[in-house]
């Protein structure tokens, strides 16, 4: 993760979504291509979405060349 992104988890307080961002973030770095590319992304890495509809969260994120997963988002749905 980024330095913003790692600083982001400080400010969530409470047990669910500490849980639901760390189940997120588990399934991302466990396959970064377990979700499709978001079409139309012209940037240079492939922005990814992954849902998990159980916690009902939603992370943007993007794997660099040395298949380093990048999370540019994670937003509560």
């Known amino acids: ?3 913003s992104v790692a600083k982001q988890p400080a400010n969530i307080t409470s047990e669910a ?3 639901a ?4 973030l588990v399934v991302v770095s ?3 291509n377990v979700s ?3 079409p ?6 492939q922005l990814r979405q ?3 509809d159980v916690e ?10 040395l298949r380093t997963v990048v999370v540019a988002a994670y937003i509560k749905v």
């Open 50 to 52: 992954d849902t998990d």
């Open 40 to 45: 139309g992304d012209s940037s240079g890495h």
């Open 36 to 38: 499709e590319p978001i």
């Open 56 to 65: 009902q969260v939603r992370v943007l994120y993007f794997v660099t060349a």
């Open 1 to 3: 993760m980024s330095d």
């Open 21 to 24: 961002l760390d189940r997120a």
């Open 17 to 19: 979504e500490i849980h």
């Open 30 to 32: 466990v396959d970064p």
